[in-house]
């Protein structure tokens, strides 16, 4: 049963950091690229950073220079370490699978990041 636990969100000032963490079960996690999404209030969910198996990265224009998205296979995590908050970036964040076959259909619960002043 595939499951995601996210954690990590918190309500932060404009310039602040945060570091999130996503521990996976239930799939074989070092052979997926996996990513963290986002969903704002009223907006789609959106990709903002991915990481493939073999630790190559791709950010949103959005959040380039200022988020880096990490992993630990021995421990079935991904992270994402976000810095130079904005309140845009506000939002409820996930991971989960990326790439061609898409995420999996089951999605954790996410973890809310407030930035406000």
């Known amino acids: 049963q595939v499951q995601f636990v996210e954690s990590g969100g918190d309500s932060v000032q404009p310039g602040g950091s945060l570091r999130l963490s996503c521990a996976a079960s239930g799939i074989i996690f070092n052979i997926y690229t996996m990513g963290w999404y986002r969903q704002a209030p009223g907006k789609q969910r959106e990709l903002v950073a991915s990481i493939t198996r073999s630790r190559s990265t791709n950010y949103a224009d959005s959040v380039k220079g200022r988020f880096t998205i990490s992993r630990d296979n021995a421990k079935n995590t991904v992270y994402l370490q976000m810095n130079s908050l904005k309140p845009e970036d506000t939002a409820v964040y996930y991971c989960?699978?990326?790439?061609?076959?898409?995420?999996?259909?089951?999605w954790g619960q996410g973890t809310q990041v407030t930035v406000s002043s």
């Open positions: 989960n699978r990326h790439g061609n076959s898409g995420p999996f259909d089951y």
